[in-house]
């Protein structure tokens, strides 16, 4: 396999053609945020229901929590990450993707 660098203009473009790709096909979900009344997996199943969300699913946040990587830890279809974490692969394969504001404000200042 051949690994080649991408530049940062490039790379910036193709993440942006990822994230309105997944506005349009409605895979992109913007919450205000994840808090957790306790650490419990049954808790984050329950919110991830209440959005709606199956499959494998992205949780993008500005800081990951240890209640939230704790509760989400034995779910094997959820990924938990921080934003300046994310790559480009990442995005494509998730079913869903579910952001918080604060990450999306770290996402844009990224992109500019």
Do not use: C, W
């Not at 506005?23 to 919450?31: A, G, M, N």
């Not at 306790?38 to 808790?43: A, C, D, H, Q």
């Not at 994310?86 to 394969?93: T, W």
């Amino acid at each position: 396999m051949i690994l080649k660098k991408v530049n940062r203009k490039m790379y910036r473009q193709a993440l942006a053609s990822i994230l309105s790709e997944l506005i349009r096909q409605k895979r992109l979900i913007v919450i205000n945020s994840l808090e957790l009344k306790e650490t419990k997996t049954k808790v984050f199943v329950q919110k991830l229901d209440h959005l709606k969300v199956s499959g494998r699913v992205l949780v993008l946040m500005d800081t990951v929590t240890p209640e939230v990587m704790l509760a989400s830890r034995n779910l094997g279809h959820v990924y938990v990450e921080d934003i300046m974490h994310v790559n480009l692969v990442m995005l494509v394969g998730a079913e869903a993707v579910v952001l918080t504001i604060d990450a999306m404000k770290k996402l844009e200042e990224r992109l500019a």
